[in-house]
């Protein structure tokens, strides 16, 4: 349902209205005034007869013009009665500002649950409760108390932004304003009983005038939702910018004192947020630099970049920092470097970084200098530009905005600026250079990574599929599966995956008393015993591996069972699983967790204790395609065990991305029945892969 | 030799001297008289007998005044000349402003050598040239021009820099003014032809109101010179912070286009600043986060915090940043809990962190909180304390700045606040909070960092070796070395080791024709061909492992000789070395280089081709303790690989620490023949640990 009207409503009543402007009723009305809303106010307080300038009104029935939306700011208690009240008057919309609910406890929760039960039965939908409410810059809609309603004013903009904590999310936007970003609509969320910051995401996707999404969550407890409003925006072109917090055990239990959102591992939201394109960020900062470089409006077409600047040492930080995310700056073409030659001074370096030397671009060198931009902007090898100002003064901002200003329109591509200056001691050139969309960031690392994002965002943007070509998986038709939770054999367990495509390898399992196999099955063998009261074979001497003949074979079948007798007699014994062996390759570990946020999730590592002690894996929610898989087999500190050398042949990437898109189509297919899946190991060689142990547990 | 004419002079004498305030000498002399330098001002030029208000003289030798030191705005080849007159007349220093030295090439590094020359004579020590010059804020002192000797005017205060980059440089020093860090000397030091950066700071270190040194470096010549000077910074409590750029390869090369100081690897230098208590700064912001933390003036006894605030999302984003860094939310006392159960509200939590929702601050619950930061300061459990304002407004940075001030003194504890407020917009509570020295930065993740590197800083300057504590090692007695480059085979690079107290694996090396040990020598054993003319010998069946008895070595010496005749028909062979192999443990490599700026560095890792993947190597530079060896090993990522667990036993970490610094005092001594030595695999047991292979390359 639209929220236009909670965003952009004809009245405002204030529930709990108040002439004392340190409660949140009181902070409310004054905002509405002072900033100038335009709508109704319609203060309610039956002890008074005006408030504030305003007509006061004994309660929500008796008001006498159009009103969308309630700000209630009431004990928790009178909520649910004045909900109906609402819901009777056909006001849509309400804003709980007051806490007293399931934050503070057992009775909180009964409290909360029924004035969500009192919302949903008169079609009211609400904001909050416990928060500090939400704001439309543009329309001076101040549903709010507290800093956020409060000066400095916002300024108008094309961010909107949700906040899972009003006091930080506030700086946030406080912080992203000071650096100059505009606003647009500001929502702390607070409790989310009924609306959820994905639904407040979703709602600014489909607002015209937000162009980019900024959030502070803690968490969501619909993770594929959000995913699905990520892909929304992402072929909408509208950037989404989060901040997670609540990612370690020290910040969970922060988090964990004042909200009921937190769920899911930080490993698992980052790869939802790179499935789905969403953009991280990682400081306050750095939500303002990104803001402003994504509202700009120009995006790169890879990863190349060109620098020209004045001083030598902000080039060597930024070559630093780009080294560090992945930017390039290759090399000019020869007639780009030819233009450069005739236009700049040559005791710089004309080569990328351009060195032009400091105090070069003066009013008479302008025209040369036009020509240098507009050459470098035209090399087809750069996708962005980005100027070292450093401490340069006014003048040269000034001349270069002017420069930049004719130069760039011609070339759809991003140009950055560093400087050490502020719009304070440099207006002019600030405001230039604003104007033409040219972020200016204070240090070259963060220009560096700001241009990493925009790349990065271009290439999600590159990877949303083509119509058509996103067709679902066809069904894999499974063995049949026992009722219930239960934890399927190895057997079982790689029959399951054998349906789904995955290459496993041979095994037969030989009841209790056999203990030889076919002419088929090809030696060295692995031994195992199988026992569902037996979770660690191999310490109780279960296993045998490397079994070279039929007599060692005999020998090992009598081993293992006599092994796991003694070891625990009371063990009821399946048999003994025999499995032909691989030889070389790779092991590698494949999981599947099924998240309560996120639903299965596939996981991906390098065997062994070395990988283990690294916690080297990489994530992605199911189902994903191949695009994903190689991001995912990528993204692993360890990749380049998987390339070969020393006389191991290179892994066979195309054959493990396969089996990783097809875990993860069986895994989304098995969603309801699925609690674990473990392929360990998973034996890449140079052709193709081979699972050779796995566990499949159902719930 | 003293610096201090140069950053006081009595009187300042401009060569090149100008009226054009757009060139260098012109700039010069603008900013001496605009910012009221109260010595005697000399501008040098024949032309004029008056420049901007004071007497022009025609040259050094007319000066008729006290003159300490001239700055050169003249072209490279008239320099030499300059700086005989200087010598002539006693001036002790010169600032060379101008480039055409080597960075320009061939003909520019013979001036500057010339000009070196004539300085040197004429006992006239140069900063520069090729650079901005230098400033001391305090006394006015503007020997400079370009972006440093400009609005905006830096505030006075406690640090003095030096910058290898004057238009990076100065941006950083001017982004530290701007969050309020005061200055006192900065220097941009250009090509370093006589002063060097390190010189600078070993200045700042003896002078009295130096409290922060701050760094921008792209390289240093002498390594271990910077060490020296930071660990004499240590010893006086004066914290330097280095920015250091050029530490990739896209930074290197843009570095090289207009630095001469690029040496050295960027783990090494990270090492050596570990070593000597030198903190690094990332960016510029945190250059500005960390001289106001530093400047603060107080230090943590530990890592333990405790955050206090009305924002649960700062909290949470707090405890993520505090485990990235290492600090712990510990529990507080049961009296300092039973304290803020009196003096806070209960609808919050009063565990660590502590949140008190962010309306309670108020005049009249000042008492309540006076008592809560007392007794949370009090907390024995408790090292630092941090504010989470948030977007709390004027009125609470105000009443918490007020309350802070009687709170604090009784207790040298730090104490840190986030605001997403400005000085500007709460100038009250920022100054009050300023004047009793609460750094207010602008995110959490920031006050978390800076927190840590307090912590950090402390635990350097407790690792200063006690008086007498630190005596040199004995000298080791090394078994005859061959003269001049050589590489030793296995044998006499284990003797080499031993000789160190190094333990290696028992070795005997057969002669040509000889197939048998005696009986002393345990099975199993290792069988290698010697000979200096094979690299890798495993490649060529050089070698055979676990060979068990009599019989299968006979076999095997025979095996490896014959397969180094095929494989190598004209190679020397010395003969075939048989060594006991050690069961068990971890392999670790240990191997040193001679770097040309810091000399013999070791370098620590675990062996095999995953640690190599990743590259996950420590360093130190040698000769270092057991403390430095400990942290080496700690550093690694793969160290929970020497816990032990699954069945394998914990190594014996002492026995690694001591062979660590045993190898860095043999390092050390070697230091003249040492080209690099390599222990490969330095095999950990749970009781000791013994070099299995060895290599030492002498130069």
Not at 135 to 150: C, D, E, L, T, Y
Not at 224 to 229: D, P, V
Not at 479 to 494: F, I, N, Q, V, W
Request: aromatic share 6%; with cysteine; hydrophobic share 45%.
């Amino acid at each position: 349902m639209s929220l236009e009207k909670l965003f952009n409503p004809r009245g405002i009543a204030i529930a709990g209205a108040s002439g004392d402007p340190t409660r949140p009723g009181g902070q409310t009305v004054r905002a509405l005034n002072q900033y100038g809303y335009q709508g109704g106010i319609y203060p309610i307080n039956p002890r008074y007869s005006e408030l504030a300038g305003h007509k006061c009104y004994p309660s929500i029935s008796a008001i006498d013009g159009a009103c969308d939306l309630v700000v209630i700011a009431l004990p928790a208690a009178q909520t649910p009665a004045l909900l109906r009240e609402c819901g009777a008057k056909g006001i849509g919309f309400a804003v709980i500002l007051g806490g007293g609910f399931r934050e503070t406890g057992e009775e909180g929760a009964r409290i909360e649950a029924e004035m969500l039960a009192a919302a949903k039965e008169s079609k009211v939908r609400v904001i909050g409760p416990n928060c500090l409410g939400l704001v439309n810059v543009h329309a001076h809609v101040f549903a709010a108390f507290g800093s956020i309603a409060r000066d400095p004013a916002h300024t108008p903009g094309g961010v909107s932004a949700v906040i899972q904590s009003g006091g930080f999310g506030n700086g946030l936007v406080l912080q992203c304003s000071l650096a100059g970003v505009g606003f647009r609509y500001i929502v702390a969320s607070g409790n989310e009983s009924d609306i959820t910051a994905p639904e407040l995401m979703s709602a600014f996707v489909d607002d015209p005038h937000t162009k980019v999404i900024l959030a502070y969550l803690e968490g969501v407890t619909d993770g594929r939702g959000l995913m699905e409003i990520g892909r929304r925006a992402l072929a909408a072109r509208k950037p989404i910018l989060i901040l997670k917090a609540g990612n370690t055990e020290q910040g969970k239990r922060a988090a964990a004192s004042h909200t009921a959102n937190l769920t899911g591992q930080y490993d698992i939201y980052r790869a939802a947020f790179r499935q789905c394109g969403i953009i991280e960020v990682t400081d306050i900062h750095e939500a303002a630099d990104f803001a402003l470089a994504l509202l700009a409006g120009r995006l790169p077409k890879g990863r190349n970049v060109a620098l020209m600047g004045g001083s030598g040492g902000s080039a060597a930080v930024f070559g630093d920092a780009a080294d560090a995310v992945g930017l390039t700056l290759p090399p000019l073409t020869a007639a780009t470097t030819a233009l450069l030659e005739k236009s700049l001074p040559t005791m710089g370096s004309l080569k990328n970084p351009i060195d032009y030397t400091a105090g070069y671009p003066r009013p008479e060198t302008a025209d040369s200098f036009l020509r240098a931009y507009s050459a470098v902007l035209a090399d087809p090898g750069i996708d962005q530009l980005t100027f070292m100002f450093a401490s340069a003064g006014r003048a040269q901002l000034q001349l270069a905005g002017d420069l930049l200003e004719q130069a760039m329109p011609k070339f759809n591509k991003p140009v950055l600026a560093f400087s050490a200056m502020t719009a304070e001691i440099a207006p002019e050139g600030f405001a230039k250079l604003r104007e033409i969309g040219v972020p200016v960031l204070p240090s070259p690392a963060r220009v560096a990574r700001a241009m990493a994002m925009l790349a990065d965002y271009a290439e999600a943007l590159a990877r949303i599929p083509k119509p058509g070509t996103d067709a679902p998986a066809p069904a894999i038709v499974l063995p049949a599966l026992p009722a219930g939770a239960a934890t399927l054999d190895e057997h079982a367990s790689k029959a399951v995956l054998a349906a789904a495509g995955v290459p496993v390898t041979r095994d037969v399992l030989l009841p209790p008393g056999r203990e030889t196999v076919d002419d088929t099955m090809k030696f060295p063998l692995a031994v195992k015993i199988v026992s569902r009261d037996i979770a660690h074979r191999s310490d109780i001497g279960g296993v045998r591996l490397n079994v070279a003949n039929a007599q060692e074979l005999k020998e090992a079948v009598a081993g293992v069972t006599a092994n796991a007798r003694r070891a625990a007699p009371a063990a009821q014994l399946a048999g003994v699983l025999v499995s032909e062996m691989v030889a070389g390759g790779v092991e590698t570990i494949v999981g599947v967790v099924n998240d309560a946020g996120f639903g299965p999730v596939v996981a991906f590592g390098i065997g062994g204790v070395m990988a283990e002690a690294i916690r080297d894996m990489s994530y992605r929610v199911a189902p994903f395609g191949p695009d994903d898989a190689r991001a995912m087999i990528d993204e692993i500190r360890l990749r380049a065990l998987l390339d070969g050398g020393r006389g191991r042949p290179a892994c066979d990437i195309d054959a493990l991305a396969g089996i990783l898109v097809r875990v993860s189509e069986l895994a989304w297919q098995m969603r309801e029945r699925l609690a674990e899946m473990d392929i360990n190991p998973l034996i890449v060689g140079p052709q193709g892969a081979v699972a050779a142990d796995a566990l499949v547990v159902l719930r």
